[in-house]
């Protein structure tokens, strides 16, 4: 799961023209989000609709209902906060 979560850290990092970084030392919390450099989308944790499962994903910053673009754990989502 952290592989995964790494490999998805650094290709939505490397496809946005940004300076900022993130080390494999960091950690992101529920809660925490990083958004591209455009301010186009955003990765994080999520829950859909009234789920207890927590998701990995990027979905678009700017539009209002959260549309999820990708799904790191769809398989295995993780049941707790």
């Known amino acids: 799961m952290i592989l995964l979560f790494s490999c998805v ?8 023209a940004t ?3 993130i080390s494999t ?4 919390r529920d809660g ?3 958004v591209s450099d455009d301010k186009m989308f ?5 829950s859909p609709g009234k789920s207890k499962n927590r998701y990995v994903g ?3 910053k700017k539009i209002s209902t ?5 799904v790191a754990n769809r398989e295995t989502p993780a049941n707790h906060r």
């Open 9 to 16: 850290l650094f290709l939505l990092l490397s496809s946005c």
């Open 19 to 21: 300076l900022d970084t």
């Open 25 to 28: 030392n960091q950690v992101i």
């Open 32 to 34: 925490d989000t990083i």
């Open 42 to 46: 955003e990765l994080g944790f999520f």
């Open 58 to 60: 990027i979905w678009y």
């Open 66 to 70: 959260g549309t999820v673009v990708w």
